[in-house]
């Protein structure tokens, strides 16, 4: 069962380029979200998406773009990779948009901006 | 404004003890309660939940307590085994929250054998 897939596993990338991290759930849910994980914050709430077509905005959006044209799929964009921007991102799915479910997660894109 | 918080960073037990992670949060409209677990290298997997209806859930080892009138919930690991050595994160969500759930910085377990 391969549940939430995330590619690559690691990137290292220059100040201002540009990315897009992958990640597809075979599971048929309808809830997907971003996570980033620091050191001593935990992890936060980037962007999530309800349903095809639909995305919103977590605790901390500036820097990334997010689409979700299939149920399957909800690609991180970003736009113009800063330092700050060094991470780990998790991509997690869920059944339903209703908030008393677990969620699955991805194992992880680790990301360094030089 | 960090709504859950895990004020814990590190924690370590001796194998066979018993572990408490602790948990509190600010926003009494939370209803929903969630423990993750996270080994290195790989993504938070789920491990056990509470309904504000509750104060009292149980799945073999694990155990979670939640004192709404406190606002603060805990996780009780007894016995606690070398294999639980991970980093543990709670987390909180409620309707209010738009199905968002709003995660503590963690703990990091260790048992020793």
């Known amino acids: 069962n391969a549940g939430v897939t995330q590619t690559p596993k690691f990137q290292v990338l220059k100040t201002g380029q540009s990315m897009t991290l992958q990640c597809a759930q075979d599971?048929?849910?309808?809830?997907m979200s971003w996570y980033r994980q620091d050191p001593g914050m935990g992890l936060r709430l980037i962007h999530y998406s309800v349903g095809a077509g639909i995305t919103d905005q977590g605790e901390v959006p500036n820097g990334y773009n997010v689409s979700r044209s299939t149920t399957e799929d909800f690609p991180l964009r970003l736009l113009s990779a800063a330092p700050s921007q060094t991470s780990v991102y998790f991509c997690?799915?869920?059944?339903?948009?209703?908030?008393?479910?677990?969620?699955?997660f991805g194992d992880g894109t680790r990301l360094s901006i030089l | 404004d960090q709504q859950v918080k895990q004020n814990s960073p590190s924690l370590s037990v001796q194998e066979g003890r018993i572990s408490i992670l602790n948990c509190d949060y600010t926003n009494s409209m939370f209803d929903y309660f969630l423990w993750y677990k996270k080994y290195p290298a790989e993504g938070p997997t789920f491990l056990i939940s509470i309904s504000s209806i509750k104060d009292k859930n149980e799945d073999g080892r694990f155990t979670v307590f939640l004192n709404k009138s406190a606002k603060h919930l805990s996780l009780h690991i007894v016995p606690s085994q070398p294999g639980d050595s991970a980093v543990y994160f709670c987390a909180a969500s409620g309707d209010n929250q738009g199905g968002k759930l709003i995660f503590g910085q963690g703990t990091e377990l260790s048992v020793k054998p």
């Open positions: 599971m048929n849910h309808e809830y």
């Open positions: 997690a799915s869920r059944r339903a948009s209703r908030f008393n479910q677990p969620q699955h």
